[in-house]
């Protein structure tokens, strides 16, 4: 199947600082891309969806200057998350559509959020 | 609103025996519905999808059934290994766009 990377891992940072987070599909290009994030023992919930070359869809609730989403080229879609408090530390999950075009999502490996 | 949901949170299963995962969705638009794994720290791993027009689908010792009439979706694993051990999530595509991802079943396999 397609391969989306996520990067970093997993990353610490401190109350008022940013993060970036990158998502990368690497063996085909995803004009949409969509983030999620997890909290411990939960579901994924959908945050946003990321359109190549056009502003991001936010989800009811989330806030789309706390995170900014850009979606520059056909392979990489960015989550910044400033000002980062506690309450943002968590699980943020990226997905592309496959080359197929079909509905299936691949899914980046996660990014571990600490903020501290 | 309308979302898709699992029967049971925990499952917990003996090497060697079936598994047999149970989720209830409640969009009778959705048209395509995928089974995800998801270990410890990591992304969901695709395991089987199905179309609405479709009522069974086999892979490799897993199995996903679909009852429309009942909105209810399943999914069937053969011989569970202790590698099976995971959170599934069945996810649903109302709209042909985002998925929308029940609460999820974490299974534990005993030795």
């Known amino acids: 199947g397609a391969v989306v990377s996520q990067h970093p891992s997993w990353v610490i940072c401190k109350s008022g600082t940013s993060v970036k987070i990158e998502c990368r599909s690497l063996d085909f290009q995803a004009t949409t891309m969509f983030w999620y994030r997890q909290f411990p023992k939960q579901s994924l919930m959908l945050m946003a969806t990321?359109?190549?070359?056009?502003?991001?869809?936010?989800e009811q609730g989330v806030e789309k200057d706390k995170f900014l989403i850009n979606h520059a080229s056909l392979t990489l879609s960015t989550l910044t998350v400033t000002s980062a408090h506690p309450e943002d530390s968590s699980f943020y999950i990226c997905?592309?559509?496959?080359?197929?075009?079909?509905?299936?999502?691949?899914f980046g490996q996660g990014t571990r959020l600490t903020v501290v | 609103g309308e979302s898709v949901g699992l029967h049971l949170p925990t499952l917990s299963v003996q090497e060697g025996d079936n598994s047999i995962i149970n989720c209830a969705y409640s969009n009778s638009a959705s048209d395509y519905f995928i089974w995800y794994k998801q270990e410890s720290g990591k992304g969901p791993q695709f395991i089987i999808d199905?179309?609405?027009?479709?009522d069974k689908r086999q892979g490799q010792r897993v199995t996903v059934l679909l009852n429309k009439t009942v909105k209810h979706l399943s999914l069937q694993i053969a011989a569970t290994q202790p590698g099976d051990s995971a959170v599934y999530f069945c996810a649903e595509n109302p709209s042909g766009y985002a998925l929308n991802f029940g609460k999820g079943t974490s299974l534990l396999v005993t030795p």
């Open positions: 199905i179309r609405s027009n479709m």
């Open positions: 997905s592309a559509l496959g080359g197929t075009g079909w509905a299936e999502a691949f």
């Open positions: 990321s359109n190549e070359g056009s502003k991001a869809t936010y």
